[in-house]
């Protein structure tokens, strides 16, 4: 699997961005798919899942509320809608596919830069 994220930027706290992460292959429907990021300085750290039949999706408490992760299995994409953004949110956001019975994420992005200003 090969993902390819897109769609990160600069923008003032408050304001909102709304990441993507293309997929390849044709088992897309089969990887539960997440977003991580790391900040300067710091670990990288989970920010949201969603799982492989979409029923179910998860959320770091810091985005509870701002955040939304949705996936297109037709499109082989998996978004993550980013709303009253933080400057505390900046970071190069990745987006990773695990496979459905599989216990860690083994397919990463490029990663994304997200820089929000106060």
């Known amino acids: 699997v090969q993902l390819q994220a897109s769609g990160g930027g600069l923008v003032q706290a408050g304001g909102s961005l709304r990441l993507s992460c293309a997929a390849s292959?044709?088992?897309?429907?089969?990887?539960?798919m997440g977003w991580f990021r790391q900040a300067p300085g710091k670990e990288r750290e989970s920010v949201a899942s969603i799982r492989w039949s979409g029923d179910s999706t998860y959320y770091a408490d810091s985005v509870k509320g701002r955040f939304t992760i949705s996936r297109d299995n037709a499109r082989n994409t998996v978004s993550l809608q980013m709303n009253s953004l933080k400057p505390e949110d900046t970071a190069v956001y990745y987006c990773a596919a695990k496979w459905r019975f599989g216990v860690a994420y083994d397919y990463w992005g490029q990663g994304t830069q997200v820089t929000v200003s106060s």
């Open positions: 292959g044709r088992t897309f429907n089969s990887y539960s």
